[in-house]
């Protein structure tokens, strides 16, 4: 829990980064919102029944709209694909500014500073973005293959709420692993940034065993955040059926929370990965996999006719 508060205290003291992340962000997200909202003042014709949403998500509005306005929409639905995968691109560019920052708790925070921090580190945490994913896929992605064959095979034996708890329990482990495998990535990014590391297999694997050995300090901090963000999801949600956005006034509350979510978010990842490198700081260092050496063996026969040696 110390390690908490003080990566906790950190972030908050950069609250100019977190205002910079978000800013970011937003105007990113502004790109795709802007045109998507003209695109539906002018597809909605003047129509009343858009207000209905603001009560709720009602299937039949939506499914009504997309007949007969996919063509303008889909353009649009594909561009905030792209969106997402820049976002994902920009919090793997942000973490090296990230790490440089929590490396100098002390000093003022440097835009110029944190952007060099982005752009050195950005080519290795690609690596290890795409190393972290293939685990990911391949270790978590195997609990959905078991869980779907194993309810094909108990279909006929099974009640619909047996099916529904073996589909829960599969699910449940595949979270879990994805999960562990993600808190292993924050950790190696920890460690490539802290060791200089290039390889991202190597600093992967360095990482698993450190998070492998200290699972109570590393992967149980890392659930505990999950909490805390699932927490504020929750309120979110509370807050949400709580305000009915049934006049200028409730829907500019409604969007003001939206935007304090958005940055809690952003907080809750710099808290993390902060927490990750405050954490990696006081444990003991993982221990580099020995590479084999060569090694020159004498043979005693050959010994006595001169100094020959064998290399294997």
């Known amino acids: 829990m110390n390690t908490l508060s003080i990566a906790f205290r950190q972030t908050i003291g950069s609250f100019r980064l977190l205002w910079l992340i978000y800013a970011i962000t937003l105007v990113l997200s502004l790109l795709v919102a802007l045109p998507f909202y003209n695109t539906l003042k002018v597809e909605d014709q003047n129509s009343l029944a858009f207000l209905n949403l603001l009560n709720g998500f009602d299937y039949t509005i939506y499914s009504d709209f997309m007949h007969r306005s996919q063509r303008v929409i889909s353009p649009l639905i594909s561009v905030g694909r792209w969106l997402g995968l820049g976002y994902v691109f920009l919090s793997i560019f942000f973490a090296g500014g990230i790490l440089l920052r929590f490396a100098q708790p002390n000093a003022q925070f440097n835009a110029g500073l944190f952007w060099q921090g982005c752009s050195h580190y950005i080519g290795r945490f690609l690596r290890l973005f795409l190393v972290t994913l293939l685990f990911v896929v391949v270790g978590a992605g195997l609990w ?167 290399e294997l």
């Open 144 to 310: 959905l293959v078991a869980g779907s064959l194993v309810g094909v095979a108990l279909s006929d034996t099974l009640t619909e709420r047996g099916q529904f708890w073996i589909g829960l329990v599969f699910f449940a482990l595949f979270a879990l692993t994805a999960t562990f495998l993600l808190c292993i990535g924050d950790y190696a990014k920890v460690l490539m940034f802290q060791e200089d590391e290039l390889n991202a297999f190597r600093a992967f694997g360095q990482a698993g065993r450190l998070v492998l050995r200290h699972m109570a300090r590393t992967y149980g901090l890392y659930l505990l955040l999950i909490v805390i963000g699932t927490g504020v999801f929750g309120i979110y949600f509370l807050l949400d059926e709580a305000i009915l956005m049934s006049n200028w006034a409730t829907i500019l509350l409604m969007f003001l929370v939206q935007q304090a979510l958005i940055f809690v978010r952003v907080g809750l990842k710099v808290w993390s990965l902060g927490t990750a490198y405050t954490q990696y700081k006081k444990l003991p260092k993982p221990v580099p996999v020995p590479v084999p050496q060569t090694v020159r063996v004498i043979d005693s026969v050959a010994e006595s006719d001169g100094k020959t040696s064998v």
